[in-house]
């Protein structure tokens, strides 16, 4: 069984700062790591995703994320953040097998202010 | 547009009540599953379904069911709602049934049991 959390429900941040939203999880086999977006009454939509290779994964509007075995993290990141990326952010975890069966974390509210 | 459309987005119903939430893709994929969004709870799957007439329980099934008589289709019933059943429902649906998968989302179903 794998379990994700984010350990902040709330971000607020001030426009063009850096924010960094924190992921970490845990499983006993090998898995496959996505951050998906939410933006108001919007379905959820992928931002970017680790299955393997470079740790350092790019994704969507500037996002980065990088995969820490060690640490079983996998933390987003942005240099500079806008207005319209409030929004909800969720970390989710498939192991590698077979079955799309994709845990996500509780998310986290990001809060840009102008 | 690919896409994943739900219906209704907003229902208010009384306890009892049996309803339906119709879910429709139109991308020709093979594995379909539902949602639950709570705050501070993430989205906790409910049922999938890897093809046509092969479905399974997810982590919170109980109150639920689903049927798959078609690829593009994938209903939720509630037989019997209950307020604890009040909550945001999303469809999603992936090309394949592995976790390397990406789910395409639908807009959500605001579903309030009185």
């Known amino acids: 069984a794998q379990s994700v959390t984010q350990l902040d429900s709330q971000v607020p941040v001030f426009e063009e700062a850096p924010v960094e939203l924190r992921c970490n999880y845990s499983s006993s086999v090998s898995v496959y790591l996505f951050w998906y977006v939410q933006y108001p009454n919007q379905g959820l939509q992928l931002l970017l995703k680790y299955l393997s290779g470079s740790t350092l994964v790019k994704g969507i509007n500037g996002f980065e994320a990088e995969f820490n075995k060690s640490q079983t993290s996998f933390h987003l990141r942005k240099p500079s953040v806008h207005i319209s990326d409030t929004a909800e952010y969720f970390c989710a975890v498939s192991d590698t097998g077979a079955g799309n069966m994709l845990t996500f974390g509780g998310g986290t509210r990001l809060m840009v202010k102008p | 547009e690919a896409q994943v459309t739900q219906n209704p987005r907003y229902l208010i119903t009384v306890t009892g009540k049996k309803l339906t939430v119709t879910c429709s893709q139109n991308m020709n994929h093979e594995y379909m599953s539902w949602y639950r969004q709570d705050p501070g709870l993430g989205l906790r799957q409910i049922y999938y379904s890897m093809n046509v007439e092969v479905t399974d329980k997810g982590d919170v099934p109980e109150g639920y069911k689903v049927s798959r008589k078609e690829k593009r289709n994938f209903p939720l019933i509630l037989e019997s709602p209950s307020p604890n059943q009040t909550s945001l429902y999303f469809c999603?649906?992936?090309?394949?049934?592995?976790?390397?998968?990406?789910?395409?989302f639908g807009a959500g179903s605001r579903l309030t049991v009185l």
């Open positions: 999603a649906s992936s090309f394949g049934s592995s976790g390397a998968n990406v789910l395409t």
